[in-house]
């Protein structure tokens, strides 16, 4: 009989079991890797645009058999590190059973097989043994060969948290000499048997250099074989076989059909059928016909991309932009779509808008992700957590664990849906070097990525978003961005990162829709039909000059009037503290409802708090009676509300637009008497004295130019004002009558703000040290210190504010959600005042708060007094500076 192979003598999964008791509580490493490779293989065959983007990436064509055999075989090679003692000594007793070691002191001390990871070890021991694994002899070709096989071998030996790509400095087991050759020997045929099984059937051998895979092209391959590393590791799907040999490419095809009948990829929420492309009218309601750039949808180029979608607020962006990617996808042109927003509101508000085009695009079973909140979907995601609960002698080492953690946290767990919808941050991520970054990259890449709101993030941020456009690019994947107030400069910047030269003219049209292809040709669509152009609109401007921006009582006696008059009306602060102290103030003025809204919630509590704001002010809200809103920030970006009256601080002139997009939304029969005709009041500075809003915006030039067209005009005519206002508030150039003092702050602002895009395009290299994917850390890398504290509130019993559990009681399942649901977003100025408190794993301050009443809870930070309520929101009571 014909001795087995020596791989055949190593465990690639193993329960822990006491010493002795082996029963098949192992799954043998050869099958393990091939339990993988069934799911690479299984989903490279249902996914056309998998295979295409990896074909784009080596430039292969999309069906060579070559790329397919390459690919396979690289997965099923992912843990050549397990061919090692030390791995094996992580279950002792199915080490013992599966070799022969007479003489314990002949292995390594447990010290090493403690500190070993198996899959950087896999890439060091190829360093090492290359030229052995492949039969040549040293020579400049086969250096050259060996130099082929290293970003393949370190994307596929990334898969426990970060790409290898340079030595780990391992050294050899301290073993005795039969140990390590029999590992050594162990390796090489294993090398050999993939050969034999994923390349000689396509024409290939050990000696062919497999294709060039660039270093920038690493994460696609990294993130591709992690997930399938994740399924093939749960033994529900794949049961242990013990120690029973079968052929390997017998079990190989048995595995591959069990993969496909059972649906794993579907059933795990990873694809699914997109339904044939029926044109934006099915994503209407039934009383709407398309309008505006909706019209032009169909004109855009039928492939991989670029897209930016110019047009007003309210004018149907979103639609235009899900009916390109629907179209993409029917095309195979991508999996999935990510939708990015730059706030957590926004988010909310937008899973509700795609709960119905989820449902069109992939029916009821759709996996409908929500970043920090709810989800539409199967079980599959689950089932991926269940396996991480199975118990292994690798302990945290196992992929089950890391998976478990990962899917743990809908803000990762949203890009591995048919649809992600996510704050913008969670996208950066993918460029940042965190643990399992590719794993975001790979769910980016393979997606039709969305931003919302493009032009709403600062330098840092661009910078941040450069790298990901760049990235999804090389990928082969698209990108739609859209925004009504984008300058023409960040235009530019968007183009540059999609690797187009060419400048885009100032004076675009607008609206406008201009695709960038992957080789930077640009193709502009405009609306043909004059019936289709945005229609003209006129908002009248009163501006009152006032202290801090803050509002005076005659101003305050108005808004009450009004209200009681049947107007909706809101005030939208730059500050979270003059709003709470705001509401505060109005409340106890006027007989109508106060709302308030910002972001210094607890994220359970916010989301109650938009579905209030919604309700109220929103598309079909019951308008029979009047209401004010005092709002921040929040409000002015892809929510859908509607106000009669609209009173805010001073702002960029982008912002600004976008706020007034609130301001008579929606078309109605009637509005309050007084407020026919849109106005929007609003408060400016005296002698360009702007205190605390400067350091919200930084660029004081932009909030005098904005101001100076303000004060200059008593009416804004759109759409002519998004670009004419855009473009004269951004300009580069000084204007005539600009203050010196004015010029020399942007100046020192324009050097920072480049130090910090070029800090950001640093930060997203690939040779720093991954850190872990905390919160904290998070908000850190992501926001450039902008809100990046988070403060879990606590109760005096240790459990989380209103909630009726213990902490150390919740499942890990429910752990990272809950906090992160129960946690409050403050400003970095408040670090200071938490040096003492607690942290938790995932970066966040705990905070235990007493009882003060039915509706506030108190607490204490470093001197500062803190109340909570969930009318409220988190506020400080005594003043302690910014």
Partial sequence: MKEPAPYFDYWGKAKPSEEGDIGIGYHLLPYHCLDVAAVGATWWKQSTSLRRQLASQVQLDVESPILKAWVLFFIALHDLGKLDVRFQMKAPSVLNHLQTINDPDDLPYPSESRKFFHGEAGYD??????????????????????????????????????????????????????????????????????????????????????????????????????????????????????????????????????????????????????????????????????????????????????????????????????????????????????FALPTQATANAMWDRLNHFADILFGVNTNLVLAHGRAKWHDGHAQLKQAASQRSAQATEDIRVQCGEWIAESRKRVFLGQIGVCTVDQVLLSVLPLRHKFVRGFGVMKSVLIVDEVHAYDHYMYGLLHSVLSQQRRAGGSAVLLSATLPASQRNQLALAWGSARTLPADAPYPLLTHIAADGVITPVQIADPLQLPPERMVAIECIQQPNLWPNDDLLDRVVDAAEAGA????????????????????????????????????????????????????????????????????????????????????????????????????????????????????????????????????????WRTQQLLEAHSSIQFPAAYRDWIERVYERDDWKNEPESISLEYEKFHVVQNSKRDQAKMLSNDTMNPLADSNNNVRALTRDGEMSLSVVLLDTDGKLLYDHYPLPKLDDWDRAEKMSLGSVSVPNSWQGKFSDAIKDDQGNFLLTMTRQDNQNWIGQAHGMTLRYSKIVGLEKIESDGV
């Fill in 125 to 338: 021991w190829f360093l090492k043994e290359g030229h052995f694994y492949l039969g040549l002899e040293k020579s400049s070709a086969s250096e050259d060969l060996c130099d082929a096989w290293r970003p393949w071998l370190g994307a596929v030996a990334g898969h426990h948290g970060h790409i290898v790509r340079q030595a780990s400095g391992m050294h050899p087991p301290d073993a005795e000499e039969w140990l390590v050759a029999q590992d050594r020997f162990a390796r090489k045929a294993w090398i050999d048997a993939l050969a034999t099984l994923f390349l000689v059937p396509a024409g290939l051998s050990l000696h062919d250099q497999p294709p060039v895979l660039n270093r920038e092209d690493m994460p696609y391959l990294a993130g591709f074989c992690a997930v399938c590393d994740w399924l093939g590791s749960n033994e529900t799907w794949f049961t242990y076989t013990g120690d029973k040999c079968v052929d390997l490419k017998k079990y190989f095809d048995e595995r591959c059909r069990h993969v496909g009948e059972q649906r794993l990829i579907e059933q795990c929420g990873l694809l699914h059928q997109v339904a044939p492309f029926g044109g934006i009218a099915a994503l209407l309601n039934a009383n709407e016909s398309p309008r505006q750039l909706q019209t032009v949808v169909n004109t855009l180029p039928l492939q991989t991309g670029l897209t930016l979608v110019e047009a007003p607020t309210g004018s149907g962006k979103t639609e235009t932009a899900l009916a390109y990617a629907w179209r993409l996808l029917d095309a195979g042109l991508a999996d999935s779509i990510v």
């Fill in 568 to 703: 909706r009306v809101v005030i939208i602060c730059n500050l979270v503290d003059n709003a709470q102290q705001l509401a505060r103030q109005l409340s106890q003025k006027a007989t109508t409802p106060v709302d308030l809204f910002h972001a210094r919630y607890r994220f359970t509590d916010r989301q109650e708090k938009e579905k209030t704001v919604l309700a109220q002010y929103g598309r079909n809200a019951d308008r029979s009676g009047g209401r004010i809103l005092v709002a921040t920030q929040v409000v002015e970006q892809s929510l859908d509300l509607d106000f009669d009256w609209l009173i805010t601080q001073l702002c960029p002139v982008d912002l600004l637009f976008q706020r007034l997009g609130r301001l008579h939304r929606h078309q109605r029969d009637r509005r309050p008497s007084g407020f026919e005709q849109p106005t929007c009041t609003v408060l400016t500075a005296r002698d360009a004295d702007y205190g605390l809003h400067k350091v919200i915006y930084g660029n004081t030039r932009v909030l």
